[in-house]
Nanobody, 123 residues
Framework: QVQLVESGGGLVQTGGSLRLSCALSGRTDRSYAVGWFHQAPGKEREFVAAISWGGGTTNYADSVKGRFTISRDNAKNTVYLQMNSLKPEDTAVYYC????????????????WGQGTQVTVSS
């Protein structure tokens, strides 16, 4: 199994930036892809971005393309989500998750989840 812990959330103004981190522990020797998802109040959890184990393949939701960048440092067992030009509609709890089935956008393919970190963007 692998455990995931998110950090880096907080309150930021519209147009600001945040960098989220997802620290992996446990069976990090396995080739996990990692995805970021978010859930706004009263809405379903949605895909944001994902990255393959080697980092060569990334996948983004249309709503964040050009604003968010996902990356990873396997030596540190950490995946990052750099979020720029933040908008109020980006306000949500952000979760990272690990998958052995590739860097896709479908939640069913992700077996392990973190507890989430709150991102609030004020207008």
């Amino acid at each position: 199994q692998v455990q995931l812990v998110e950090s880096g959330g907080g309150l930021v103004q519209t147009g600001g930036s945040l960098r989220l981190s997802c620290a992996l522990s446990g069976r990090t020797d396995r080739s996990y892809a990692v995805g970021w998802f978010h859930q706004a109040p009263g809405k379903e959890r949605e895909f944001v971005a994902a990255i393959s184990w080697g980092g060569g393949t990334t996948n983004y939701a249309d709503s964040v393309k050009g604003r968010f960048t996902i990356s990873r440092d396997n030596a540190k067992n950490t995946v990052y989500l750099q979020m720029n030009s933040l908008k109020p509609e980006d306000t949500a709890v952000y979760y990272c998750a690990a998958s052995l089935y590739g860097s896709g956008r479908y939640q069913v393919n992700y077996d392990y989840w973190g507890q989430g970190t709150q991102v609030t963007v004020s207008s």
